[in-house]
């Protein structure tokens, strides 16, 4: 028998505000327990919430970035449960009147191109953290507490592990490309619930749903995804029923694990945020952000394959992060040649990130030195051997390429009339060279192009010391 | 309607309250009789009637994002009934269903 | 000190002269609550270490030096808030409520908090974990609720006005069976933040006192937009003193039969329809019209609030202040215990209800079709508005019933509100004013206008009051 696999995810990022979504408590990441928390975020009695506008703002970004439509009135909803981390006993969010909805995005496996619907998204405010000792007491910091989140529902579009891979990674993207996430899954800024169901080829109704929240990576989604596939598989083979529950994935094994059994939906007592007024979104305000939104990945993709001429995998390796592609755009803004800027990002600048652990913003590098020296590179004025020494020092002290390569008397040395009759005597001192080159040994000229590169201490434009060289031994 | 001790077990589970054992009859009945005064409205035709959760005829205001710091931890800390090392002690949260 | 004889402006020109010092004021008003209390018990927590406010300014600040009482569902920086709850019994504010920060601005004092149904759940301030309020007109009775500690504190004569909260009535009823004056304010004219949630979307802060004129001072004071509340108005608020020493010549008033049915006692009947007839003979217009959806009011009314407060009372856990059972020995059991031994039977019956009413399979029956029948009773109110200015009938179906008389009976308790609820469910500004006594006891007439037109109450209120002076009558039950 074959099976058709229903795959949808619930992502919820963190939006990128200073303050959080109903109080103005700051949004930080790893301060020291509750000290980055109000009455509001308490849920102290008498307390009242106030929407920062930030969070519609980045919410209508994300919406348009994925095709999806903004709602023209949206309204805020409390979910109630307990929880320790949960200050009110309920989680105001949006039910019936979500930011945007139906969306999509387009994703390719093995080059087959596919649309993925987004089914809604909403923004609501996330909850405190639980730390479980070993004593019989869990600990409570509500640091996190109202820290606002963007959560963006699939339609359960997504026929195989694959493509539910390329979708997270496509949504990735293009959240982070928007600006209005940080996106990173180690931070929590960006969280992936998944559900899938199997049902034999043919059948309409769905089958039963497991879920499996707060995955690590997307390969762990996927290793699950594909293992649930086949778990499922075979409990309907063997005569079995898949069981409405949520289950974990374990790393070690490899394997998913069931973490409960749901009977039913659980009663969260749904019911409109009383203390919030209905908001209705203008369409001016829609438009204005639509003008202000980043350009995409896939734009800019676009650009760098074309306008450019870069290699898609060169493109792709740029379009990694937001500030990788900010800082590439940057540099070519500043007057650096495409190619030669695409080559040192994907290299030395990499390199140098992933070597120090350290990040695009954190270093004394701006768009306008790599830009200068590009420029010195490209007019000859110094070698990439030398660049790479202007490099060392500009990236850790922010030194100005061109006043570092003045100062220190590193410009190349093209002057014919000095590299001409340098290059005479190199080859006089040397008539081995010559009957090696005339025998078509190439690594004649490699050794003569070492000696000149000795005497100048590596000054010498070695492509004008090639190019005389050849000429010189061609002459003999 | 009728009101049975099965369904105030079960809304006293959702209320985080418990009753005692020969509270809960007299409390039964008197949550009868509330909702059954509460079930008169089924007699009013309400098709095609907007629903009205809020008497406020505008749009929400929007505060600008510029965060503040209002209370530091030991204000917040102060009403605290049990803590440790600046965070909210609680005993160990077991979630029932973990155990199946 | 006490206030039976005095007004904001009487006070303010004795302390402007200098003829009485807010320091002796202060501590005289504490003195005579302390020795009067003793037989209404209207305050929770007095405050022995009062003081009027630094640098005093008389002349810009009507309230300065004044002592105002507050109910104690209101929270002040620092000072015990109860809500009369166990739950709440040690807990200590950490901020004020905007009411608070703007009385301060205006300089008035704060002597203490009063009693009230805990949780502002009940019509009679029986349900109090401090005990009951007796009623100055007769200590067997009780003073009505939940604001009943702020109606028994200012018609007993120990401050000059109060704040109150009125969720369904909390303020007007209290008010009409104390024979004093009370107002709640159009839903969204004064902020809600720092009042301890009930129903959000029907709770209002309101002001009572003797006079009419006090609570326009003092509402004066604390209304208007605040970026606290996302539901309060950004609507200018006049100055409602303006509204008073009017003639209500060609004013159009509506008197709903539903209001006026036999249901109402005759002695309530008979004093509201006289203050009508005065109306009528200084030249109002009254017309009879319906309100044809009052019978559904109550249960409205309790589904919606009830629901709400569901909801708002889930705070109350255990976990990060208030009462925390002592036995407790897993997560769940913190929860169950503290809140079934922190909360009383009236807060227990109200919150099983709404989660009830809000869960899976009722809510559809119940919530969202009260949602629908509010709409319907907002159109009946707008239909008559269309033709008149205002809306009379009695603030109660009887005057002040005796305590324990209802206490075991909660259905009865909730029809009591039928009168004033509505106004809550949409919105609207009403007050009662005293319309004279029956068997001894002050009835309320009530007074209900558009949103936001709280001005046409203050007219009719203090014509009212200008005809009967009530205000000359002393409470019969206070010994001396």
Same mark, same amino acid.
């Given at each position: 028998?074959?099976?058709?696999?229903?795959?949808?995810?619930?992502?919820?990022? !963190? @939006?990128?505000?200073?303050?959080?979504?109903?109080?103005?408590?700051?949004?930080?990441?790893?301060?020291?327990?509750?000290?980055?928390?109000?009455?509001?975020?308490?849920?102290?009695?008498?307390?009242?919430?106030?929407?920062?506008?930030?969070?519609?703002?980045?919410?209508?970004?994300?919406?348009?970035?994925?095709?999806?439509?903004? #709602?023209?009135?949206?309204?805020?909803?409390?979910?109630?449960?307990?929880?320790?981390?949960?200050?009110?006993?309920?989680?105001?969010?949006?039910? #019936?009147?979500?930011?945007?909805?139906?969306?999509?995005?387009?994703?390719?496996?093995?080059? +087959?191109?596919?649309?993925?619907?987004?089914?809604?998204?909403?923004?609501?405010?996330?909850?405190?953290?639980?730390?479980?000792?070993?004593?019989?007491?869990?600990?409570?910091?509500?640091?996190?507490?109202?820290?606002?989140?963007?959560?963006?529902?699939? !339609?359960?579009?997504?026929?195989?592990?694959?493509?539910?891979?390329?979708? #997270? !990674?496509?949504?990735?993207?293009?959240?982070?490309?928007?600006?209005?996430?940080?996106?990173?899954?180690?931070?929590?800024?960006?969280?992936?619930?998944?559900?899938?169901?199997?049902?034999?080829?043919?059948?309409?109704?769905?089958?039963?749903k497991v879920e499996m929240k707060n995955l690590n990576s997307f390969e762990h989604v996927r290793l699950s995804l594909a293992y649930e596939e086949k778990r499922q598989r075979q409990v309907l083979l063997s005569g079995g029923r898949v069981q409405?529950?949520?289950?974990?994935?374990?790393?070690?094994?490899?394997?998913?694990?069931?973490?409960?059994?749901?009977?039913?939906?659980?009663?969260?007592?749904?019911?409109?945020?009383?203390?919030?007024?209905?908001?209705?979104?203008?369409?001016?305000?829609?438009?204005?952000?639509?003008?202000?939104?980043?350009?995409?990945?896939?734009?800019?993709?676009?650009?760098?394959?074309?306008?450019?001429? #870069? +290699?898609?995998?060169?493109?792709?390796?740029?379009?990694?992060? +937001?500030?990788?592609?900010?800082?590439?755009?940057?540099?070519?803004?500043?007057?650096?040649?495409?190619?030669?800027?695409?080559?040192?990002?994907?290299?030395?600048?990499?390199?140098?990130?992933?070597?120090?652990?350290?990040? @695009?913003?954190?270093?004394?590098?701006?768009?306008?030195? @790599?830009?200068?020296?590009?420029?010195?590179?490209?007019?000859?004025?110094?070698?990439?051997?030398?660049?790479?020494?202007?490099?060392?020092?500009?990236?850790?002290?922010?030194?100005?390429?061109?006043?570092?390569? !003045?100062?220190?008397?590193?410009?190349?040395?093209?002057?014919?009339?000095?590299?001409?009759?340098?290059?005479?005597?190199?080859?006089?001192?040397?008539?081995?060279?010559?009957?090696?080159?005339?025998?078509?040994?190439?690594?004649?000229?490699?050794?003569?192009?070492?000696?000149?590169? +000795?005497?100048?201490?590596?000054?010498?434009?070695?492509?004008?010391?090639?190019?005389?060289?050849?000429?010189?031994?061609?002459?003999? | 309607?009728?009101?049975?001790?099965?369904?105030?077990?079960?809304?006293?589970?959702?209320?985080?309250?418990?009753?005692?054992?020969?509270?809960?009859?007299?409390?039964?009945?008197?949550?009868?009789?509330?909702?059954?005064?509460?079930?008169?409205?089924?007699?009013?035709?309400?098709?095609?009637?907007?629903?009205?959760?809020?008497?406020?005829?505008?749009?929400?205001?929007?505060?600008?994002?510029?965060?503040?710091?209002?209370?530091?931890?030991?204000?917040?800390?102060?009403?605290?009934?049990?803590?440790?090392?600046?965070?909210?002690?609680?005993?160990?949260?077991?979630?029932?269903?973990?155990?199946? | 000190?006490?206030?039976?004889?005095?007004?904001?402006?009487?006070?303010?020109?004795?302390?402007? =002269?200098?003829?009485?010092?807010?320091?002796?004021?202060?501590?005289?008003?504490?003195?005579?609550?302390?020795?009067?209390?003793?037989?209404?018990?209207?305050?929770?927590?007095?405050?022995?270490?009062?003081?009027?406010?630094?640098?005093?300014?008389?002349?810009?600040?009507?309230?300065?030096?004044?002592?105002?009482?507050?109910?104690?569902?209101?929270?002040?920086?620092?000072?015990?808030?109860?809500?009369?709850?166990?739950?709440?019994?040690?807990?200590?504010?950490?901020?004020?409520?905007?009411?608070?920060?703007?009385?301060?601005?205006?300089?008035?004092?704060?002597?203490?908090?009063?009693?009230?149904?805990?949780?502002?759940?009940? =019509?009679?301030?029986?349900?109090?974990?401090?005990?009951?309020?007796?009623?100055?007109?007769?200590?067997?009775?009780?003073?009505?609720?939940?604001?009943?500690?702020?109606?028994?504190a200012v018609a007993s004569g120990q401050v000059v006005a109060a704040l109150g909260s009125d969720t369904g009535g909390s303020i007007r009823q209290p008010a009409a069976f104390n024979g004093i004056f009370g107002i709640k304010p159009t839903y969204?004219?004064?902020?809600?933040?720092?009042?301890?949630?009930?129903?959000?979307?029907?709770?209002?802060?309101?002001?009572?006192?003797?006079?009419?004129?006090?609570?326009?001072?003092?509402?004066?004071?604390?209304?208007?937009?605040?970026?606290?509340?996302?539901?309060?108005?950004?609507?200018?608020?006049?100055?409602?003193?303006?509204?008073?020493?009017?003639?209500?010549?060609?004013?159009?008033?509506?008197?709903?039969?539903?209001?006026?049915?036999?249901?109402?006692?005759?002695?309530?009947?008979?004093?509201?329809?006289?203050?009508?007839?005065?109306?009528?003979?200084?030249?109002?217009?009254?017309?009879?019209?319906?309100?044809?959806?009052?019978?559904?009011?109550?249960?409205?009314?309790?589904?919606?609030?009830?629901?709400?407060?569901?909801?708002?009372?889930?705070?109350?856990?255990?976990?990060?202040?208030?009462?925390?059972?002592?036995?407790?020995?897993?997560?769940?059991?913190?929860?169950?215990?503290?809140?079934?031994?922190?909360?009383?039977?009236?807060?227990?019956?109200?919150?099983?209800?709404?989660?009830?009413?809000?869960?899976?399979?009722?809510?559809?029956?119940?919530?969202?079709?009260?949602?629908?029948?509010?709409?319907?009773?907002?159109?009946?109110?707008?239909?008559?508005?269309?033709?008149?200015?205002?809306?009379?009938?009695?603030?109660t179906t009887t005057t002040a019933f005796g305590i324990g008389e209802e206490i075991s009976d909660p259905l009865k308790m909730y029809n009591n509100d039928i009168l004033t609820i509505s106004a809550n469910l949409a919105g609207l500004p009403a007050?009662?004013?005293?319309?004279?006594?029956?068997?001894?006891?002050?009835?309320?007439?009530?007074?209900?206008?558009?949103?936001?037109?709280?001005?046409?109450?203050?007219?009719?209120?203090?014509?009212?009051?200008?005809?009967?002076?009530?205000?000359?009558?002393?409470?019969?039950?206070?010994?001396?």
């Amino acid at each position: 028998m074959n099976f058709k696999s229903t795959i949808g995810f619930e992502v919820h990022f !963190e @939006l990128k505000t200073k303050s959080k979504i109903f109080s103005p408590s700051p949004v930080t990441y790893g301060a020291k327990p509750n000290t980055e928390t109000n009455v509001i975020d308490w849920g102290y009695p008498g307390v009242l919430p106030s929407v920062n506008r930030e969070v519609y703002r980045l919410g209508i970004m994300v919406a348009l970035a994925t095709n999806s439509h903004v #709602l023209p009135v949206t309204h805020f909803d409390r979910k109630n449960y307990y929880y320790p981390d949960s200050p009110k006993a309920y989680q105001i969010t949006q039910f #019936l009147q979500p930011l945007a909805r139906d969306g999509y995005i387009e994703v390719e496996v093995h080059g +087959k191109k596919n649309r993925i619907g987004i089914h809604e998204m909403h923004i609501e405010e996330d909850a405190g953290k639980n730390t479980h000792g070993t004593n019989g007491f869990s600990y409570v910091d509500l640091n996190r507490q109202g820290v606002p989140l963007l959560e963006v529902v699939s !339609e359960p579009d997504i026929a195989n592990p694959e493509e539910g891979y390329a979708y #997270l !990674e496509k949504l990735r993207q293009i959240v982070q490309f928007t600006g209005a996430s940080d996106v990173k899954m180690e931070e929590g800024s960006m969280r992936v619930d998944t559900n899938i169901s199997i049902r034999p080829v043919g059948q309409k109704a769905l089958g039963t749903k497991v879920e499996m929240k707060n995955l690590n990576s997307f390969e762990h989604v996927r290793l699950s995804l594909a293992y649930e596939e086949k778990r499922q598989r075979q409990v309907l083979l063997s005569g079995g029923r898949v069981q409405l529950s949520t289950r974990r994935f374990d790393e070690a094994t490899g394997k998913t694990v069931l973490e409960r059994v749901k009977e039913g939906d659980a009663d969260y007592r749904y019911f409109p945020e009383p203390d919030i007024p209905p908001y209705h979104i203008k369409d001016a305000w829609v438009k204005e952000i639509a003008a202000s939104l980043p350009k995409s990945a896939a734009d800019r993709f676009a650009d760098y394959t074309g306008k450019f001429g #870069l +290699k898609p995998y060169d493109a792709n390796v740029l379009l990694q992060t +937001k500030e990788s592609s900010d800082f590439f755009d940057a540099a070519v803004a500043a007057g650096a040649d495409p190619q030669l800027a695409a080559n040192w990002m994907n290299t030395q600048v990499n390199g140098y990130l992933n070597d120090n652990r350290t990040s @695009l913003a954190e270093i004394a590098l701006t768009p306008a030195h @790599l830009a200068e020296m590009i420029t010195l590179i490209k007019d000859g004025t110094i070698s990439s051997k030398i660049a790479k020494k202007v490099f060392a020092e500009t990236v850790t002290k922010g030194t100005s390429p061109k006043a570092f390569v !003045e100062a220190k008397g590193l410009v190349q040395l093209s002057d014919m009339s000095v590299l001409t009759p340098m290059v005479k005597a190199v080859v006089d001192a040397n008539p081995q060279s010559v009957v090696d080159f005339k025998n078509g040994k190439d690594r004649a000229i490699g050794y003569l192009v070492g000696q000149i590169m +000795k005497q100048t201490h590596g000054k010498a434009n070695p492509v004008a010391v090639n190019r005389l060289l050849n000429e010189e031994l061609q002459n003999r | 309607m009728e009101v049975t001790e099965e369904m105030i077990k079960h809304v006293a589970i959702l209320s985080r309250l418990e009753f005692k054992a020969d509270e809960l009859g007299e409390f039964t009945s008197q949550m009868g009789d509330i909702i059954n005064m509460a079930n008169q409205l089924a007699e009013v035709d309400t098709t095609g009637v907007a629903e009205t959760a809020q008497v406020v005829d505008r749009d929400t205001t929007f505060r600008d994002d510029v965060p503040e710091h209002w209370q530091d931890r030991d204000t917040m800390m102060k009403n605290v009934p049990e803590k440790a090392n600046g965070f909210i002690k609680v005993p160990v949260i077991i979630d029932k269903d973990d155990n199946d | 000190m006490n206030y039976l004889k005095e007004t904001i402006d009487s006070l303010n020109k004795q302390l402007a =002269s200098g003829e009485l010092s807010a320091e002796k004021l202060t501590t005289d008003t504490v003195a005579n609550i302390k020795a009067t209390d003793k037989q209404l018990n209207a305050w929770i927590t007095v405050y022995d270490a009062a003081k009027p406010a630094a640098d005093l300014d008389f002349a810009k600040n009507r309230l300065a030096g004044i002592p105002i009482a507050i109910k104690d569902n209101i929270v002040i920086d620092g000072m015990r808030t109860t809500a009369a709850s166990h739950i709440l019994d040690n807990f200590v504010p950490v901020y004020d409520a905007t009411v608070i920060t703007k009385l301060r601005a205006a300089q008035a004092t704060f002597v203490g908090k009063t009693n009230m149904d805990e949780f502002a759940m009940g =019509s009679s301030t029986e349900h109090s974990y401090f005990g009951a309020t007796h009623n100055p007109w007769n200590l067997d009775k009780v003073p009505g609720g939940s604001s009943g500690g702020s109606a028994a504190a200012v018609a007993s004569g120990q401050v000059v006005a109060a704040l109150g909260s009125d969720t369904g009535g909390s303020i007007r009823q209290p008010a009409a069976f104390n024979g004093i004056f009370g107002i709640k304010p159009t839903y969204g004219r004064v902020s809600r933040w720092g009042l301890i949630a009930f129903g959000s979307s029907l709770d209002q802060i309101g002001v009572m006192s003797k006079r009419v004129r006090d609570s326009a001072e003092v509402l004066n004071v604390i209304s208007g937009y605040d970026e606290h509340d996302s539901t309060v108005s950004e609507k200018a608020v006049p100055d409602f003193t303006e509204f008073l020493d009017q003639d209500v010549k060609g004013l159009r008033v509506a008197v709903p039969r539903e209001y006026m049915s036999d249901s109402v006692d005759a002695g309530v009947r008979t004093a509201v329809e006289h203050e009508i007839d005065v109306l009528r003979q200084a030249g109002a217009i009254i017309n009879e019209v319906s309100l044809p959806h009052t019978k559904y009011v109550v249960p409205t009314y309790y589904i919606i609030a009830s629901s709400e407060a569901s909801s708002n009372l889930q705070r109350f856990d255990g976990i990060r202040y208030g009462y925390r059972a002592k036995d407790a020995k897993n997560l769940l059991d913190v929860y169950v215990k503290s809140r079934s031994e922190g909360f009383g039977e009236e807060v227990k019956r109200r919150i099983m209800l709404g989660s009830f009413t809000l869960s899976a399979g009722s809510y559809d029956a119940f919530f969202r079709q009260a949602a629908k029948v509010r709409t319907l009773i907002c159109d009946d109110f707008d239909q008559i508005f269309a033709d008149n200015d205002v809306i009379l009938g009695p603030t109660t179906t009887t005057t002040a019933f005796g305590i324990g008389e209802e206490i075991s009976d909660p259905l009865k308790m909730y029809n009591n509100d039928i009168l004033t609820i509505s106004a809550n469910l949409a919105g609207l500004p009403a007050a009662s004013v005293p319309a004279g006594l029956t068997g001894g006891m002050p009835v309320g007439l009530q007074i209900m206008a558009k949103r936001f037109d709280e001005g046409n109450v203050f007219k009719v209120a203090d014509f009212i009051e200008r005809q009967n002076k009530f205000y000359e009558a002393k409470p019969a039950g206070m010994e001396d």
